[in-house]
């Protein structure tokens, strides 16, 4: 008999670029500000993100707070990255009309995931579990961060916008 309780059944393994974001100072800004206007500002932001990564065939897994998770195909790679840091770019403008001067910290990391409905009966929900979602979360760097992985999806042009920044290797965008 096995400990293990079998995955539900829409659940795949897929490589899958995985992407978190959060924002610097966020706690700090929110502390003395009305819930309504964090809730808009936060409202705001989460559609800048799903605009410019479901543009290309990403998929936002789950927003918190100031945070979110996203996946997107591994062939649409460069094209989501370089949305990606375009949305960092629009989010920051975004916020200091909101009064909040910040920058949206990204990591992201390609790799297999297990995807598909998780939770308990009668409230499960897309998400992505495994290896490659832990590493995504700790790649930790300021900026726009790329693993390895990641880096080599792009094309020698793309490539050319990031810098090697090492132990561990990562690519961080020039801005």
């Known amino acids: 008999m096995s400990n293990h309780t079998a995955l539900p059944p829409d659940v795949q393994s897929q490589t899958l670029g995985v992407v978190f ?36 065939g990403g998929r936002i897994v789950k927003f918190m707070g100031d945070a979110g998770l996203a996946v997107f195909p591994e062939e649409s790679a460069e094209d989501t990255i370089f949305a990606i840091c375009a949305f960092a770019q629009e989010a920051r403008e975004c916020a200091r009309k909101f009064g909040l001067d910040t920058y949206v910290n990204v990591n992201i990391h390609v790799g297999p995931v297990l995807a598909g409905s998780f939770g308990p009966p009668g409230a499960e929900r897309f998400d992505v579990i495994g290896k490659t979602v832990n590493i995504a979360a700790r790649l930790g760097r300021r900026g726009i961060t790329l693993s390895p992985q990641a880096f080599r999806c792009l094309s020698p042009e793309g490539r050319k916008r990031f810098e090697k920044v090492t132990r561990p290797i990562t690519y961080q965008f020039r801005f």
């Open 21 to 56: 974001f959060d924002l610097s100072r966020f706690a700090e800004w929110s502390s003395p500000n009305e819930d309504a206007h964090i809730a808009s500002f936060l409202q705001r932001l989460y559609g800048l993100a799903a605009e410019r990564i479901e543009a290309n």
